[in-house]
């Protein structure tokens, strides 16, 4: 019996990697993995770590280059990448499975508070929900909240002993990469989830203070929290490199975080995982040489 196709786009990311991995260990023989990537160098790293699956090179920005990658596919869960033009990257790979008419169900990536379209992300994927919403395919939005691996990104400041992290006295639930990969995994590969949005968040609500108090824990070594205002942190953000759009997307983001807008430990998680979080102190524990 011939296995349904499942694909991935955004699948040499860190979410698309983790949930491929989930699939391999779990549901191996209930799809056809397909990842879909932007070039070959990716596809062939993919394809070395999992020999199993198939890939197809595609490009949201070249609907042209879709058509191919949706021959077949059943069952597409869409993660869009860090691109400001984030709605058009949704609008072409959406059109592009109801095209090809065989796609049953879409999971999609999404944001936490997207539904208030509130901030520059949040508008970014609602505009994706509510076009998905519209397209008449069955649907499921996974909105997921800041990760524990972006921590990486603050690394140097922690090496040296602070913990730069604009959230005032703010608290939210970070997640972990691999939960997400594999809660995505149970979604598709699970009956009942169509029509629903689930909030996913870490398993429990942290301050500035408590992640430089798990970071010295682990490290052992002393980490201040600094919450930074907002202009020395878009210099900062600009000066390592991003974007000027992202950058002052992610100001917005702290500021729902410093005003507690985010303060929610949601059931969701846990309930599609079937097993505890992975919590923040598990995570750096783990990954201590990050941090060090």
């Known amino acids: 019996m011939t296995k349904p196709t499942l694909l991935i786009i955004g699948a040499a990311g860190n979410n698309g990697v983790a949930t491929i991995d989930a699939l391999v260990r779990k549901h191996e023989d209930d799809f056809t993995i397909r990842a879909g990537v932007r070039s070959d160098a990716k596809a062939k790293a993919l394809l070395k770590k999992f020999p199993g699956i198939e890939t197809a090179i595609l490009d949201l920005d070249q609907p042209a280059t879709l058509p191919s990658a949706f021959k077949g596919v059943e069952k597409l869960f ?12 949704a609008k072409n790979a959406i059109d592009a499975a109801v095209a090809v008419g065989s ?5 999609f990536y999404s944001v936490f508070g997207a539904e208030y379209e509130s901030i520059l992300f949040g508008r970014q994927f609602r505009f994706g929900e509510k076009y998905l919403e519209a397209s008449g395919l069955n649907w499921t939005h996974l909105r997921t909240i800041f990760f524990q691996e972006n921590m990486a990104g603050w690394a140097d400041g922690i090496k040296q002993g602070a913990f730069y992290f604009g959230i005032r006295d703010g608290r939210f639930a970070p997640l972990n990469v691999g939960d997400i990969g594999e809660i995505a995994a149970n979604v598709l590969c699970a009956r009942g989830h169509e029509g629903k949005a689930y909030n996913i968040t870490g398993p429990e609500l942290l301050s500035g203070k408590d992640f430089a108090r798990v970071f010295a824990d682990i490290t052992g070594k002393a980490v201040q929290y600094v919450s930074p205002d907002e202009a020395t942190t878009l210099n900062s953000l600009l000066g390592s490199g991003w974007p000027q759009w992202q950058a002052k997307g992610l100001l917005e983001l702290f500021e729902v975080f410093a005003s507690n807008q985010a303060a929610v ?6 309930r599609l995982l079937g097993h505890p979080l992975t ?10 040489s990050v941090f060090v």
């Open 103 to 107: 796609v049953k169900h879409v999971l």
């Open 78 to 89: 869409l993660i869009i990448g860090n691109v400001e033009n984030r709605e058009q990257h």
């Open 279 to 288: 919590s923040l102190r598990t995570y750096v524990d783990a990954n201590r």
């Open 265 to 270: 430990v949601s059931p969701d998680g846990e």
